[in-house]
């Protein structure tokens, strides 16, 4: 038996043996007056349970909950005020009620929870308002799982289930990265290599779409009068175009490890693709949904992370077979069409197999670069641990980097 049960089985023996006694007390003067007026004090009593009943049976329909905020949006390390409000919609006074509040973190695990005990007039609310500071990325929910309310004693309670809450898209803070994407550390597609680069407004046909093809290669009314997407095909090559993988797979940690890991991968994903939009590169981030489906996006403002937040995989050092992490995304991205001349992976799972594959991609004449976020509290023994594990890349000629969450680690 468990202790959460054990507490529960004493509290319940524990309330039966008080009320054993409380009937045992009040039935003492019947016994000993042997008149009616000796059974004045357990009637009195009775009757006091069931108005107190009644009270509880009218209370409960009259409370009603409702939260100020339907969906918010944050960047991480924001602090989002979370304003609830309960109703007393009937003329008698909640002389006491306790409401259960909590905040879901976006693994889906209560990370804060609080008891609170309050009353509230008739015809009137009581407002809630607390402060939750959004320190990871992800979606987090909020708001009242349950409340109680008292009868007129303070004997009786009644539990009333309530899934009033707001939902919280905390959104990644985007930085242009600087000098990484540089051209010294770009190259050119192999099958670019020979044409003359344009804007990629003469096409000779079309094809199906594949998977990552740009946005902007679709050709938009032929597709309107087929059965799917339709590209052109262009040709011109495209210069410096690249993707960025970011690989949801880690190996096992505490939670709040997993969290700070996952703000790292995907800060520095987006900041990637933020540095590639500035400097007009062509470009596709490449990410694990819910699904564990493969999902190509080109994001470009917070309508776009809120949607990247809420699709993304969770990270996990527990996945399933056929799980599109780091290594199964390159490689189906080296079979579309249009892979991409550099491939940018970031990771907190680099093994051997995706070090490998990098180096597969090189001998293919594509550019492949590693981005690697440590766990955090990492000292520089780790550091140089990890740099030591990425010979083969060096030998290869393989850009490659450590970091504390988005920051870069010299080593």
């Known amino acids: ?3 959460q049960k054990l507490s529960r089985f004493g509290k319940t023996a524990g309330r039966v043996a008080l009320a054993l006694l409380v009937t045992v007390f009040l039935l003492l003067p019947a016994i000993y007056t042997n008149s009616v007026f000796g059974y004045l004090p357990i009637l009195f009593t009775l009757f006091l349970l069931l108005a107190s009943g009644l009270y509880l049976y009218f209370m409960r329909k009259a409370i009603s909950i409702t939260a100020d905020h339907g969906l918010t949006h944050a960047t991480r390390g924001e602090t989002v005020k979370v304003d609830l409000n309960i109703r007393n919609n009937s003329f008698l006074v909640c002389t ?12 889906g695990s209560v990370n804060s929870f609080a008891e ?12 809630f308002g607390f402060d939750v500071a959004m320190d990871h990325i992800g979606v987090y929910k909020a708001g009242i799982r349950n409340m109680h309310i008292f009868g007129l004693l303070g004997v009786l309670s009644l539990n009333i289930p309530f899934e009033s809450e707001f939902e919280v898209v905390v959104l990644p803070n985007v930085h242009e990265e600087e000098g990484d994407l540089s051209a010294e550390s770009l190259t050119e597609s192999a099958d670019a290599s020979s044409f003359v680069e344009n804007d990629g407004s003469d096409y000779t046909g079309v094809r199906d779409y594949a998977f990552g093809d740009p946005m902007k290669r679709i050709h938009w009314k032929l597709s309107a009068h087929s059965n799917g997407y339709m590209t052109k095909i262009t040709e ?3 210069k410096s175009d690249m993707a960025v993988i970011l690989d949801m797979k880690a190996v096992k940690q505490s939670t709040e490890e997993l969290l ?32 564990c489906q493969i999902v190509a996006a080109q994001p470009r403002n917070d309508s776009d992370y809120a949607e990247l937040v809420r699709r993304l995989h969770p990270i996990s050092f527990q996945t399933r077979d056929g799980f599109p992490d780091a290594v199964n995304i390159v490689r189906q991205e ?3 069409a249009n892979k991409a001349a550099n491939v940018l992976v970031v990771t907190s799972n680099p093994d051997s197999t995706l ?6 991609i090189k001998n293919q004449q594509r550019n492949p670069m590693l981005y690697v976020i440590l ?13 030591a594990g990425f010979g083969s890349l060096e030998d290869s000629g393989i850009y490659f980097e450590l970091r504390a969450g988005r920051e870069r680690i010299e080593f």
Request: aromatic fraction near 4%.
């Open 1 to 3: 038996m468990t202790r």
């Open 96 to 107: 006491k009620a306790k409401a259960d509040i909590y905040v879901e973190d976006y693994l």
């Open 116 to 127: 609170t005990i309050f009353s509230i007039d008739s015809k009137s609310n009581a407002d």
């Open 236 to 238: 011109t090559g495209r």
């Open 260 to 291: 700070t890991l996952a703000d790292g991968i995907v800060e520095t994903g987006v900041s990637l693709i933020k540095s590639a939009q500035n400097q007009d590169i062509e470009h596709v981030l490449l990410y694990p949904d819910r699904d």
């Open 334 to 336: 080296g079979q579309a």
């Open 355 to 360: 070090l490998d594959t990098l180096v597969e």
């Open 375 to 387: 766990p955090p509290g990492s000292n520089a023994d780790d550091r140089k641990k990890a740099a």
